[in-house]
Nanobody
Framework: QLHFVESGGGLVQPGGSLRLSCEVS????????IGWFRHSPREEREPVSC????????EYFDSVKGRFTMSRDNAKNTVYLRMKNLQPDDAGVYYC????????????????WGQGIRVDVST
């Protein structure tokens, strides 16, 4: 049975940092890509970043490149999204999801989703 548990969200001031975690069970991270998606008032569910099964990462927005970094700990079955210099446009509900091997930016290609974790960026 698959389980995804996201954590690490919350309220942060502009310029602050957060690290989101996606702890998974029921499959091996060595065989699956994990993507982070964001739901905001502007967009239904847009891709933010993805880490492929082989460990290569993809950032889908120029605005997050250099600020958001994905990593994983296979021993802990956990994937992380470290976000720094957060801005109000980064706010939303962040979801992690998985698909076999390779990253893609289309949410429809992901098989299983976590429950989402809220990120707010405000003074």
């Amino acid at each position: 049975q698959l389980h995804f548990v996201e954590s690490g969200g919350g309220l942060v001031q502009p310029g602050g940092s957060l690290r989101l975690s996606c702890e998974v069970s029921g499959f091996s991270l060595k065989n699956y890509a994990i993507g982070w998606f964001r739901h905001s008032p502007r967009e239904e569910r847009e891709p933010v970043s993805c880490l492929g099964a082989s460990g290569e990462s993809t950032e889908y927005f120029d605005s997050v490149k250099g600020r958001f970094t994905m990593s994983r700990d296979n021993a802990k079955n956990t994937v992380y999204l470290r976000m720094k210099n957060l801005q109000p446009d980064d706010a939303g509900v962040y979801y992690c999801a998985h698909r076999r091997m390779y990253c893609t930016g289309s949410p429809a290609n992901y098989e299983h989703w976590g429950q989402g974790i809220r990120v707010d960026v405000s003074t």
